[in-house]
Nanobody, 118 residues
């Protein structure tokens, strides 16, 4: 089992920046990939950024060039640096992890609210 706890959300003006953190614990060696997902009111949850154990990253087109995902293995922490924030980035952001033997992201944090005002 992997436990995930997000932090760093808040209210920011458009054009501003936030950094989200996700503290991970548990069976860390079993993790193949980690990611940040988000869900806006009335919309489906979507992938924002993913990073694999090999360091490969993948970003949604809507955040490419503005968001950066990174992982600190020594601190067992996942980060999402969000710059040039837009009102449409407003959502609950979730940290997630996928094990090597899983097809899906199956460990999730409780989420952290990000609100971008115009």
């Amino acid at each position: 089992q992997v436990q995930l706890v997000e932090s760093g959300g808040g209210l920011v003006q458009a054009g501003g920046s936030l950094r989200l953190s996700c503290a991970a614990s548990g069976s860390m060696l079993s993790i193949n990939a980690m990611g940040w997902f988000r869900q806006a009111p009335g919309k489906q949850r979507e992938s924002a950024a993913i990073i694999t154990s090999g360091g490969h990253t993948n970003y949604a087109d809507s955040v490419k060039g503005r968001f950066t995902i990174s992982r600190d293995y020594a601190k067992n922490t996942l980060y999402l640096q969000m710059n040039s924030l837009k009102p449409e980035d407003t959502a609950v952001y979730y940290c997630a992890a996928k094990k090597y033997d899983s097809r899906w992201f199956d460990s999730w944090g409780q989420g952290t609210q990000v609100t971008v005002s115009s």
